[in-house]
């Protein structure tokens, strides 16, 4: 990892309907818009969907490095992300986020060791840390006998 602090910069371009487009340095660009119950499209990326999916991806690869550093392997994961929007206090706010979590492990695998390596990857994920909306997992683990694949 390269020293902190880390900067990073999105520029986003919209008109007054209509979608948007996001642009950062080196990555392509990215079509974005409201989401169906907003009166967007409902075909294009909303701000609601990038936010589930920056939690969901920032788990899984917290979850690499912390089962690299543990040498607790797994094979594959998947993670469903599903954000409750809902009226609070302060307005419109997601209420939580509920990510599904299912790691599928080599047959043999310790999967209590694993169960809690992906807990410490969603205590420690950066972008869950970052956000007041309360983010709990829902953890599956499978050992699978990869002789069997």
């Given at each position: 990892m390269e020293p902190l602090p880390h900067h990073y910069r999105v520029t986003l371009t919209g008109g007054s309907t209509g979608s948007a487009?996001?642009?950062?340095?080196?990555?392509?660009?990215?079509?974005?818009?409201?989401?169906?119950?907003?009166g967007g499209p409902g075909n294009l990326w909303s701000p609601e969907e990038l936010l589930l999916e920056s939690v969901a991806s920032c788990l899984l690869f917290t979850l690499r490095a912390v089962t690299n550093a543990s040498k607790i392997p797994f094979t594959m994961a998947t993670c469903e992300a599903e954000g409750i929007l809902d009226r609070v206090d302060t307005g419109l706010a997601f209420r939580e986020i509920v990510l599904r979590v299912k790691v599928a492990a080599p047959a043999g695998s310790n999967v209590e060791r694993l169960a809690r390596l992906v807990q410490k990857a969603e205590q420690s994920c950066l972008i869950s840390r970052s956000l007041r909306t309360p983010v709990r997992a829902e953890v599956?683990?499978?050992?699978?006998?990869l002789t069997q694949v």
């Open positions: 487009t996001a642009t950062a340095t080196g990555l392509p660009a990215l079509e974005v818009a409201p989401p169906l119950p907003f599956d683990i499978v050992a699978e006998d």
